[in-house]
């Protein structure tokens, strides 16, 4: 396959930057005005801002910036009642609210606070302003540390100043990226809140913890239990794109995947085989049991449906036809979209592209590859060539092994009170936690669970293994809360 051998190897350079660059919700989103199913009651909260500090870990300034917060006290028991805190995200942090089901569905029965924070840098918290991405410089307060810390200050503060959560506990919620935050804000601030559930959080998806090629080994997988054949086609798919280009054929791809942007020439095949790689990712994270919107508006069970169009051998140009159709279900499923616009990174606006582009170069560097014998081609990981791309956009230079030495690597032993919940389905499981650690650092699989398929709302059509990881994870919550557990 010269195609994948060849190309693949160019696309590398762009996809151990550039790709999963959620973001941990990976690439390319889309969104559409037209609903599948009536939407849920909207949730109600209020929306504030605090003045947070711009360096928590230096005494040069004393800049400030406006951190937005999302709060909901309807159900709260203002007498030292628990406070539930989202740990936000690469993006806007009403999206993620919406996209939290979970705590709104537990939070009357603890008698629970709302709280969701933004992460600085993305939605509207951002420092600088319209500035805020404009330099380096600007940029440099952008890590992980900084962003706990607020967290930190920002729990004080409502602590400190709402009647009657002077003694509240602080349980921390977290989905993929904002789980990590969630597991590593219990890890470094054990005196700040009293637990976590991390859910798809892949905090061992470093160097050195888990082998490169997990990520698409586990998509592949997720494929495969669909269709074999599927699997087989999609693979055979990056000859057959090269060989129908090669031979002219740029025009015949563009008006097949009925694409925005006409491809032109070779160098065009690069991000558009890039494109495609992303979207098997997206379904396989979102491969939910019912009709969903999170990344897009698909069916339940979309991998099952996209197999549908491959499930027998095909080549050629009918290979390609029937790849359109699974691109389609997935940029296109409503209808309402007139072409697919293959070069848009996030077009629902609420994830922050940029700014995990930044955070990719610095400390998030996170080994992802491809040897060819799955689904996909082969994507070598070249952190010499990351790193020189990360030089020439953002003039920094990523520091390989940094969240291991700052949040423990494997080393959790003295760590406590932590729910590690993965989807089996979801290709970042592949550096996540799978296995109880001890008695307080539990590990709960869902079988056929796709990316924080627990954190969301609950849904007639749900599977008895995501209902039954909600039960075990809101029992272990009252045990921390030293409350009566449920049946």
Request: glycine share 6%; with cysteine.
């Amino acid at each position: 396959m010269e195609f994948s051998l060849k190309y693949c190897f160019l696309i590398c350079e762009l996809v151990v930057i550039f790709t999963n660059v959620e973001s941990l919700h990976f690439g390319h989103t889309v969104s559409s005005a037209k609903k599948l199913l009536p939407l849920q009651e909207p949730y109600t909260y209020r929306t504030y801002y605090y003045d947070q500090q711009l360096d928590h870990l230096g005494f040069a300034t004393m800049q400030k910036f406006k951190q937005r917060y999302l709060l909901a006290d309807q159900f709260w028991n203002r007498n030292n009642g628990p406070i539930f805190f989202y740990t936000g995200n690469e993006g806007d942090i009403d999206w993620f609210c919406n996209n939290t089901g979970f705590m709104w569905d537990i939070a009357a029965d603890f008698k629970a606070l709302l709280v969701f924070a933004e992460h600085r840098y993305y939605g509207e918290s951002l420092p600088f302003g319209p500035e805020t991405y404009q330099n380096v410089s600007n940029l440099n307060y952008l890590t992980s540390e900084q962003a706990l810390a607020d967290f930190v200050e920002l729990i004080n503060y409502l602590k400190t100043n709402l009647p009657g959560a002077a003694n509240s506990s602080v349980v921390a919620f977290g989905g993929s990226y904002g789980g990590m935050l969630a597991a590593w804000l219990r890890i470094k601030y054990p005196n700040v809140v009293v637990g976590a559930l991390a859910a798809s959080a892949p905090i061992w998806q470093f160097t050195n913890m888990t082998p490169c090629n997990a990520f698409y080994d586990t998509t592949s997988a997720t494929w495969l239990q669909a269709s074999a054949t599927c699997v087989d086609n999609i693979h055979q798919s990056y000859n057959t794109i090269d060989m129908i280009a090669s031979s002219g054929g740029y025009d015949f791809i563009t008006s097949t995947f009925g694409l925005c942007t006409p491809l032109k020439s070779k160098y065009d095949l690069i991000p558009f085989v890039e494109f495609l790689n992303d979207m098997y990712v997206n379904f396989a994270m979102v491969n939910y049991p019912y009709p969903a919107d999170f990344l897009a508006q698909l069916p339940a069970w979309p991998v099952k449906v996209a197999c549908s169009f491959l499930n027998e051998p095909l080549q050629g140009k009918p290979l390609l036809v029937a790849l359109s159709k699974v691109s389609n279900l997935y940029f296109n499923y409503t209808g309402s979209t007139k072409c697919v616009n293959w070069t848009s990174t996030d077009s629902t606006g609420s994830l922050g592209y940029k700014g995990w582009q930044y955070q990719r170069c610095t400390e998030m560097v996170m080994p992802i590859c491809s040897n060819g014998t799955n689904m996909f081609c082969n994507i070598p990981w070249d952190l010499q060539q990351v790193s020189d791309n990360c030089y020439s956009q953002f003039k920094v230079r990523p520091r390989e092994n940094w969240v291991a030495l700052e949040y423990w690597a494997k080393e959790l032993k003295t760590a406590t009170n932590i729910i590690f919940s993965n989807g089996l389905y979801d290709p970042w499981s592949s550096g996540g936690v799978m296995q109880t650690l001890s008695d307080s650092l539990i590990a709960i699989q869902i079988p056929e669970g796709g990316h924080h398929l627990d954190l969301r709302g609950k849904h007639p059509l749900d599977t008895r293994a995501v209902i039954n990881a909600r039960l075990e994870e809101t029992n272990i919550i009252r045990n921390w809360l030293k409350l009566t557990p449920v049946q």
